[in-house]
């Protein structure tokens, strides 16, 4: 069975426009799926939508939309129309490196917005549509940052293990009614926005950032095997000796001292 003749013709993806979001459009519409493409910015989501459709020949709707808003689901829920979403990726987030302290509540309440309460929307409606007709997939990603407490990345990594519990939730929820949930947890990634952060060193135990596309191409082949995964060789040996060798003090600490040093803060 192919992954269209599981999951379906049609994959949303939010977060679209470049970095971990593109290459899961540009997998999926590989894959023989339609999609549907969401991102706040116009200029660069319409030139992505224009892309995949030159290149796979797949139908793909753009939709314009600011995932910070509170009405965003109802947003996209009238740009679909009566379009039929099979498989759901959610990647769209937002991070603020630095002291909790040294940026307002608002960048904060934007981080819990964009990557809990928009997506938790989202999922209650297309993950509901899912589970009314027996089948589909849903795709949240989280980060391994999200496994313990992270000093100056602290709403960001707290966010990432909401995304993951939520999604082990809905996996062993879902999963008997036919729609297969996973939470990605990957590490640094190539993206250009972790790239303009123009992270340091943290230590010699950082693993190498992994392509987009590794972690697309992994997680595609786990969804339906398992309900979380960490992407990556490196990412899962770091994780091991911070979950299970280095007690829980210490690996707070090292993830502190380690955005301390990589921002120079």
């Known amino acids: 069975m192919t992954f269209k003749q599981k999951y379906g013709n049609t994959a949303l993806v939010a977060g679209a426009s470049e970095g971990m979001g593109a290459a899961y459009a540009h997998t999926l519409a590989a894959r023989g799926l339609d999609l549907v493409l969401i991102a706040r910015r116009k200029e660069p989501l319409e030139a992505r939508a224009r892309l995949i459709t030159e290149l796979y020949g797949v139908n793909v709707l753009p939709v ?45 309440t934007d981080i819990a917005q964009v990557n ?50 939520l999604a082990e939730g809905l996996w062993y929820e879902w999963k008997p009614k036919g729609v297969d949930v996973i939470a990605c947890c990957a590490g640094a990634t190539s993206t250009p926005n972790y790239l303009n952060t123009k992270p340091g060193k943290a230590s010699i135990l950082e693993p190498k950032p ?9 997680c595609l082949r786990k969804i339906g095997t398992t309900p979380s995964f960490i992407s990556g060789t490196g990412n899962k040996l770091v994780s091991f000796l911070m979950q299970h060798v280095f007690p829980r003090k210490k690996a707070v600490m090292i993830m502190g001292d380690g955005m301390r040093k990589m921002y120079n803060i």
Not at 66 to 93: E, K, W
Not at 210 to 218: D, I, M, S
């Open 64 to 108: 314009v939309c600011d995932l910070t808003t509170p009405d965003a689901t109802q947003q996209i829920i009238r740009a679909i129309g009566d379009r039929s979403i099979d498989f759901m990726v959610y990647n769209a987030a937002l991070s603020y490196i630095g002291p909790y302290l040294a940026t307002s509540l608002r960048t904060h």
């Open 116 to 165: 809990m309460l928009t997506p938790f929307a989202l999922l209650h409606y297309f993950g509901g549509k899912m589970v009314e007709r027996g089948r589909g997939g849903v795709v949240l990603m989280s980060s391994i940052a999200g496994f313990q407490g992270s000093g100056y990345l602290a709403t960001y990594a707290a966010t990432k293990a909401f995304n993951r519990v």
């Open 210 to 218: 992994q392509l987009p596309e590794q972690v697309v191409e992994e």
